[in-house]
């Protein structure tokens, strides 16, 4: 059996017209097709931003263009018969959250079709899948070992035994644990299931140590898509811009559906501006930062006698998962949400407790801060855990 992306995705979706606007065909002159305000913005408002009142491009080709540029040139596929990215392979949206909304309801009927999640992930997914009325089939990502690699013999059963599932989501690298999983295993999975497609959730990729993004072998996996955003590695979170690369014919649907103007003129002036080559050096030295500061805070906070070794996952994101333990030596949710209530409230330092999370008993994940924060940090968190196990 082959892939046949008609099969996949829902035929009204499918078959969708994208939505046409009379500035498709003509950009200039005296512009009376969009029902804007010709007064420009009501307010007063700097020169870069007086052409505000009008709507913003729907395709963001130029955008488009230069992540493409950065991604191919950074690839770790350099077999030349793999057709390079291009704008054709993007569709944009209002965060990754937006492409993960819009990836769900292109293939998933309501009521009747499910996706795939391997916890512990990312929790949008079943909020997604709530939304819609559709189900969430769940294969754990592998713990025991501390890989947090995908179980790709369990996944392949639950994929042969429920036709219903038309979506798997792999978070790479993981969050909450950190953990790039293995391209190799991924592959493996397009190959062996053409009967739905394999989305990668790659928030983080910027951060990896382990490897480097996926999104260029969508031109050779038609079932592949790659989701990446410019809110972390790119410092951009209040802009709210996400991206899907995929196969053409796949971009080519999610752009179709996508509502035209979802990319707001702010944020593309901004996402562009962060595409300058400086620019994309200063992301480059951000992570450097990032790296170095994540192995300080870890070697600090595992060092303590309530957390000893107990470093769970990956170091390929911007975070570290630790488990806290309780005075039997044993991992602790009452202990690590105590710690979790006390920095937050008595040191104003805010960090996640992921206790609940499948494989995560006791865990804190912890965001890399600057290093004058994680100063900080090490110390309120060395004090209040000692204080908690007195
Ligand atoms: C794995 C993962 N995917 C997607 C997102 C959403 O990112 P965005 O800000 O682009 O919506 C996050 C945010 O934390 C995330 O952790």
């Not at 107990?310 to 806290?324: C, E, K, S, V, W």
Request: include cysteine; charge should be negative; proline fraction near 6%.
């Amino acid at each position: 059996m082959t892939f046949d992306l008609s099969k996949i995705i829902r035929p009204k979706i499918y078959n969708l017209e994208p939505y046409r606007c009379a500035r498709d065909d003509f950009k200039e002159g005296i512009l009376l097709d969009a029902n804007e305000n010709p007064h420009g913005p009501t307010m007063k408002v700097d020169e870069e931003h007086s052409g505000l009142n009008r709507y913003p491009d729907p395709h963001q080709i130029e955008f488009k263009t230069k992540i493409t540029s950065l991604r191919n040139a950074q690839s770790d596929y350099k077999d030349e018969n793999l057709e390079s990215l291009t704008a054709e392979n993007v569709c944009l949206g209002v965060g990754s959250d937006e492409s993960i909304d819009a990836l769900i309801r292109s293939c998933c009927q309501p009521g009747r079709d499910k996706i795939l999640i391997m916890p512990p992930t990312y929790g949008m997914y079943s909020v997604c899948t709530e939304i819609n009325d559709v189900e969430t089939v769940k294969v754990p990502l592998i713990v025991e070992d501390n890989s947090f690699q995908m179980n790709l013999p369990a996944v392949l059963e639950a994929l042969r035994n429920d036709p219903s599932i038309k979506l798997v989501f792999i978070t790479s690298p993981g969050n909450p644990v950190g953990s790039l999983v293995n391209p190799k295993s991924i592959e493996e999975l397009t190959s062996q299931w053409p009967s739905g497609i394999v989305v990668v959730d790659e928030a983080y990729i910027d951060f990896a140590t382990s490897g480097g993004s996926m999104s260029p072998l969508v031109n050779k996996h038609p079932n592949l898509a790659v989701l990446q955003t410019l809110s972390k590695s790119f410092g951009l979170a209040g802009i709210r811009l996400g991206m899907t690369f995929a196969s053409k014919p796949l971009a080519r649907v999610l752009n179709a559906m996508k509502a035209p103007y979802n990319i707001s003129s702010l944020a593309s002036q901004i996402a562009l501006k962060a595409m300058e080559p400086e620019n994309i050096e200063i992301m480059k030295m951000t992570v450097d930062d990032v790296s170095q500061q994540r192995i300080r805070v870890l070697n600090e906070l595992t060092s303590l006698k309530q957390t000893a070794d107990t470093q769970i996952g990956g170091l390929d994101a911007n975070f570290i998962m630790i488990r806290i333990l309780g005075a039997d030596g044993k991992p602790c949710n009452k202990t690590a949400k105590a710690l979790y209530h006390k920095l937050a409230s008595e040191s104003k330092i805010v960090v996640r407790f992921r206790g609940t999370e499948y494989g995560c008993e006791g865990c804190l994940r912890i965001t890399i801060g600057t290093s004058e924060e994680n100063d900080f940090l090490i110390k309120e968190f060395a004090a209040t855990l000692a204080n908690l196990q007195k």
